[in-house]
């Protein structure tokens, strides 16, 4: 049954035939792990509150400092020095009282991640460090969840959707087919090094909250099997193929990692 706050609050999204009333069901029963809440995270989980995904966590160690507003547009200033997960969880609250929200203010390890993801039904990397997209790629194939991908530098973007059946209904790939290994260590810039274009997150982010929404509602053709590039500068678009690795270490054939490893040592920091 809906209350009329629910009819009334998705009602421009129930009215797709697409999605409907069964949709809608589908995704107030969902459930999302958002790790960064930062500014990629920032819009996934504004779009998948506002969208009504039933439970949402967020799962940042940081604190939201002056530097963040630019493009983490959903603080405020009087934010500032507020730990970001708690923060995010007000305003998305806020913004939609009707989700769970869980706030997890730690840092993503080994001995944490499985226990924090294991009980949501799609996961989304939007981290910013090559320790934690490991870590989370890892965590998506050992508990065999999809995962949702999105990076970004300087007017650039990633999108991808890991470990979720392509078209042909075979198994895509996961991070580690597409970057079997970390680059050398300070040969990437962080975005706080390099910058960033303040609305690059919010494209980039965006397109990461649409595939999430495919992926629940089994809608069109999610990312699996591609990686969509955005060019900011250019305002242009490509999507490359990408195979699963049948050799691959985590997804392969004959997987040899089976369990989380080292990720500071695994990235030489």
């Given at each position: 049954?809906?209350?009329?706050?629910?009819?009334?609050?998705?009602?421009?999204?129930?009215?797709?035939?697409?999605?409907?009333?069964?949709?809608?069901?589908?995704?107030?029963?969902?459930?999302?792990?958002?790790?960064?809440?930062?500014?990629?995270?920032?819009?996934?989980?504004?779009?998948?509150?506002?969208?009504?995904?039933?439970?949402?966590?967020i799962?940042?160690?940081?604190?939201?400092?002056?530097?963040?507003?630019?493009?983490?547009v959903?603080?405020?200033?009087?934010?500032?020095?507020?730990p970001?997960?708690?923060?995010?969880k007000?305003?998305?609250?806020?913004?939609?009282?009707?989700?769970?929200?869980?706030?997890?203010?730690?840092?993503?390890?080994?001995?944490?991640a499985?226990?924090?993801?294991k009980?949501?039904?799609?996961?989304?990397?939007?981290?910013?460090?090559?320790?934690?997209?490991?870590?989370?790629?890892?965590?998506?194939?050992?508990?065999?969840?999809?995962?949702?991908?999105?990076?970004?530098y300087?007017?650039?973007?990633?999108?991808?959707?890991?470990?979720?059946?392509?078209?042909?209904?075979?198994?895509?790939?996961?991070?580690?087919?597409?970057?079997?290994?970390?680059?050398?260590?300070?040969?990437?810039?962080?975005?706080?090094?390099?910058?960033?274009?303040?609305?690059?997150?919010?494209?980039?982010?965006?397109?990461?909250?649409?595939?999430?929404?495919?992926?629940?509602?089994?809608?069109?053709?999610?990312?699996?099997?591609?990686l969509?590039?955005?060019?900011?500068?250019e305002?242009?678009?490509?999507?490359?193929?990408?195979?699963?690795?049948?050799?691959?270490?985590?997804?392969?054939?004959?997987?040899?990692?089976?369990?989380?490893?080292?990720?500071?040592?695994?990235?030489?920091?």
């Amino acid at each position: 049954m809906w209350t009329k706050e629910e009819l009334d609050r998705y009602h421009r999204q129930m009215i797709l035939p697409q999605v409907g009333p069964e949709g809608q069901a589908r995704l107030r029963e969902a459930s999302v792990a958002v790790v960064g809440a930062g500014g990629l995270g920032v819009p996934v989980l504004q779009y998948l509150v506002a969208a009504g995904v039933g439970r949402v966590g967020i799962v940042e160690m940081d604190r939201v400092e002056l530097s963040n507003l630019h493009r983490q547009v959903l603080y405020a200033t009087e934010d500032v020095g507020k730990p970001k997960a708690l923060a995010a969880k007000e305003r998305l609250q806020a913004l939609n009282p009707l989700v769970r929200i869980d706030a997890y203010p730690v840092r993503l390890t080994s001995e944490n991640a499985l226990e924090i993801l294991k009980d949501y039904q799609v996961l989304v990397d939007a981290s910013d460090n090559f320790p934690t997209r490991y870590l989370v790629n890892d965590a998506a194939v050992l508990l065999n969840k999809p995962l949702v991908f999105g990076a970004i530098y300087q007017f650039d973007g990633q999108v991808a959707v890991f470990h979720h059946p392509t078209e042909e209904g075979t198994m895509g790939p996961c991070y580690r087919c597409l970057f079997p290994k970390p680059p050398p260590p300070g040969s990437v810039p962080s975005c706080a090094e390099a910058g960033v274009f303040g609305v690059l997150p919010g494209v980039v982010g965006a397109l990461m909250g649409a595939e999430v929404l495919k992926v629940l509602l089994g809608l069109g053709k999610p990312l699996a099997g591609h990686l969509l590039l955005y060019d900011a500068l250019e305002a242009s678009f490509r999507k490359l193929k990408v195979r699963r690795n049948p050799t691959c270490p985590v997804c392969g054939d004959n997987p040899t990692q089976r369990e989380l490893i080292d990720y500071e040592a695994f990235c030489g920091l």
